[in-house]
């Protein structure tokens, strides 16, 4: 879309410095900036060389279409690891391009190797180990049972087993036991494929929230996502700034019209709020098509989500719908329609942040800025320097 009344602008200097914070956070491993999801929203490519510039050594994707389209956008320096697939998934195409692929399955092993023979060298592997999570990964039991397999496969230069590595399944809650309970299970694996015989490049456990808080965990290299974004992965254990973190992605719109109304005004669909006054009503022509969470409407009693008008701080009035959001002004605003609004920010001038958004819809940050939609444009600023 050509012309949008609305923009995600994305500051690189603030994911470079995040990556700078994360990896003085654990000063023995090297950075996996995880940029899966269009980069949590903010732009796959853009996103990546910011993370780069900021020092991360590697880069991390969930699907392995987004990890070929690093390739192919030309990153090439780094390596690249990506982790979920189905069988049939182009894996030679991956091999092909450089990636590193995760095994967290039996019939991935087969694949995989498969994949090598075709393009003529070894694949770099990672073995993924479910230490507990119960997601995706290689039970215990199953990881026993494939070694001798992939080992095997490595001597026969099909596959390079180059790491092992796991996830954690309460990373947010630091003291939670099942996060020692993980850290054993994982170090267990670990020692089971060293003493096989497979040379280990990476071991790697940490998301966000481990780098942050749980230094056992940092092993040889860090996996943050949410964090390289400068969102707090544990919003109730310390805000991003207490982590030396800063919000990368500014939401900001122009006010569509700004219209006098007398009180008693229903406002947007079902008249979930009235307006209590004679007031100014200002239209935000963004709505949950673009990502604002219809879960953080107003009622007549509470503002929904947050949003800057002219160094105020208001909420949304009444539901949030398809294209627009309403903002009650009050009855003496002196905005006029193009005047710009802030849904969030950095939060540095007291502006409304993804996590106030996260709060007023009852998720997560990182649902926030990955929802953001696809009609929004989003530019990128402050990226000099960049490979
Ligand atoms: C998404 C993801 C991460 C990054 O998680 P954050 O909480 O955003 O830091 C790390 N590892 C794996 C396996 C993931 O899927």
Redo the contacts with the bound molecule.
Sequence with gaps: MSWFPARAVIDDAAIAANVRSLAAHAPTAQVMA?V?ADAYGHGLVPSARAALAGGAAWL?A?QVGEAIELRRAGVVGPRVLT?LYAPGAPLADALAVDLDLSVAAPWALDEVATAARVVGRPARIHLKVDTGLGRNGLTPDQLAGLLPDALRAQAEGAVEIVGVWS?LAFADEPEHPTVRAQEQVFADAVALVESAGAHLEVRHLA???ATLTAPRAHYDLV?????VYGLS?VPQLGSSADFGLVPAMTVEAELATVKPVPAGHGVSYAHQYVTPRDTVLGIVPMGYADGVPRHASGTQDHVGGPVQVGGRRLGVAGRVCMDQVVVDLGPDATEVAGDRVVLFGNGADGGPTAQDWAQAAGTIS?EIVTRLGARVPRSHINSEGQQ
């Design positions: 995880v899966k991390g969930a982790w996830h998301n966000s929230a996996r943050p996502g949410i964090a992965p990182y």
